[in-house]
C-alpha cells in the first residue's frame, strides 16, 4: 500500500485548522488537531507563544495540513531540503521560539522553589532543576516538526553556565546566558531531520501525556502563587497568600463551615441525600415565601386568616391614595405593590400546602385500604 493511500483516511483539513486556530489558537488546539504535540504544549504554556507566535501561523497553517497529511508534493520537497544540507538550516524563528520557551520555563521553575524553610526543610536545592527546565524548554521547541535532537547538549551546557550565577550578580545577565547558550549548543550539536514522520498514537494516550505535562507545569504556577505571591487587605496591607490561607484555615469562620458540613454529611447519613436536597431548596425560598412574611410581619406558623386581616390593614395603611404628597406617592406605591404580591405569594403557598396535605392523607388512607 502506498504511502498516499496510507493518509488519505486520516487527512486534515485547512479549513478545521483555521477555525481552531481562530478560536483555540493561542491554547494550542490547532496543533493538537495536526498532531503536533509539543507544538501545542508550548503555545498552551506561552498563550501563543506570547501572542506573536500564534499571529505568525496565519501563513504557516496550510504547510502545517500538508506535512500531517503527508502530501506528496510537500514531501518531495522536503526531500530535496534534506538531500541539500546534512542538518536542518539556521531559522531566526525557531532560534528565538527556543530562547523564549527555554527562558519562561527556567524562570517558572526559579519561582517556583520556596524562598524560606517549610516544615523545617529548606527547599533551595530545587533551584539545580532552573537549567533543567531551561533545557526542556529549548529542547520542546528544537523537536517541534520535522526537526529533532538529543537533550544531551543543551542540558550539559545550561548546568554548565548556570554556575555563573556565583559570579554575575545579575539573574538577567546569567540567566539569558544560560538559556543562550543551551540554545546555542542544541542549534549546533543536536539538530538534525526527522525524516520520518512522528509515529501515529491513540488520542487517549495524546491526551494523557499532555495531561501530565499540564499538571507538572501548573504545580509550578501554584507554588510560584503560594510562596511569593501577596494579597491586600481591607487596611491596605499586604499579606503572603500562604500566611493568609494558613490564618483562614484556622479562623473561626472555617471551623464553622467545616462543622457544618459535617454536621450535614451526619444528617444527610440519617435522612438521605434528597432530604438534605429539599431543605436547601427551601432554604433558597424560590417562591419567595421567606421575604413575603417579612413584608407582611407574620410567621411562617400564621394561618390563612392572620394573613388575610394583616394584608388587609397593612393595604388600608400604606394606600397610596393617602400620599398627598407627590414625591413620595411613587414610594407608597411601591410598597402597596410589594404588600399585595408577598400576599398573593403566602396565599398560593397555603393553597399548595393544603393540596399536598390532602394528598398525602389520601395516599395513607389508600395503603391502609389495600393493606386490610
Not at 524553610?117 to 533545557?135: D, K, Q, T, V
Not at 499579606?239 to 467545616?258: G, M, N, Q, R
Amino acid at each position: 500500500m502506498s504511502a498516499k493511500e496510507d493518509h488519505v483516511p486520516n487527512n486534515k483539513s485547512v479549513i478545521w485548522a483555521y477555525v481552531l486556530w481562530l478560536f483555540g489558537g493561542i491554547f494550542g488546539v490547532h496543533h493538537f488537531y495536526l498532531r503536533r504535540d509539543k507544538h501545542a504544549f508550548v503555545w498552551w504554556t506561552t498563550l501563543g507563544g506570547f501572542g506573536i507566535g500564534w499571529l505568525g501561523e496565519i501563513f504557516r497553517i496550510p504547510r502545517y495540513v500538508r506535512d500531517a497529511n503527508g502530501d506528496p508534493d510537500h514531501m518531495k520537497e522536503l526531500m530535496i531540503r534534506i538531500s541539500r544540507s546534512k542538518k536542518p538550516p539556521f531559522s531566526m524563528n525557531r532560534f528565538t521560539g527556543m530562547l523564549m520557551v527555554g527562558y519562561s520555563w527556567g524562570q517558572m521553575m526559579m519561582f517556583a522553589v520556596p524562598p524560606d524553610e517549610l516544615w523545617g526543610i529548606n527547599f533551595r536545592y530545587l533551584n539545580y532543576l532552573i537549567p533543567l527546565a531551561a533545557a526542556l524548554g529549548v529542547w520542546t521547541v528544537g523537536n517541534i516538526g520535522r526537526e529533532k535532537g538529543s537533550i544531551k547538549w543543551p542540558l550539559v551546557t545550561a548546568y554548565l553556565t548556570y554556575f555563573l550565577r556565583y559570579y554575575v550578580y545579575d539573574e538577567t545577565i546569567w540567566f539569558t546566558l544560560m538559556v543562550l547558550a543551551s540554545a546555542l549548543a542544541f542549534d549546533s550539536f543536536s539538530k538534525e531531520w526527522r525524516k520520518t514522520p512522528v509515529q501515529k498514537k491513540h488520542v487517549v494516550k495524546r491526551v494523557a501525556v499532555l495531561s501530565v505535562c499540564a499538571c507538572l507545569y501548573l504545580s509550578l504556577w501554584v507554588s510560584y502563587l503560594y510562596f511569593h505571591g501577596n494579597i491586600t487587605d481591607s487596611e491596605g496591607n499586604e499579606v503572603p497568600i500562604y500566611e493568609a490561607l494558613e490564618h483562614f484555615f484556622s479562623s473561626p469562620w472555617w471551623l464553622d463551615a467545616k462543622q457544618c458540613i459535617y454536621d450535614i454529611y451526619i444528617y444527610a447519613q440519617h435522612h438521605g441525600w434528597y432530604e438534605v436536597w429539599k431543605q436547601v431548596i427551601d432554604l433558597s425560598d424560590p417562591h419567595g415565601e421567606q421575604n413575603a412574611y417579612k413584608v407582611l410581619g407574620v410567621g411562617p406558623e400564621a394561618s390563612q386568616q392572620e394573613i388575610t386581616s394583616t394584608w388587609r390593614r397593612l393595604s388600608r395603611e400604606n394606600h397610596p391614595d393617602k400620599v398627598k404628597d407627590i414625591a413620595h406617592r411613587r414610594a407608597a406605591q411601591e410598597r402597596f405593590m410589594e404588600i399585595q404580591q408577598a400576599y398573593e405569594i403566602l396565599s398560593n403557598s397555603k393553597h399548595r400546602r393544603n393540596r399536598r396535605n390532602k394528598k398525602d392523607n389520601t395516599d395513607k388512607q389508600t395503603s391502609k385500604h389495600d393493606e386490610m
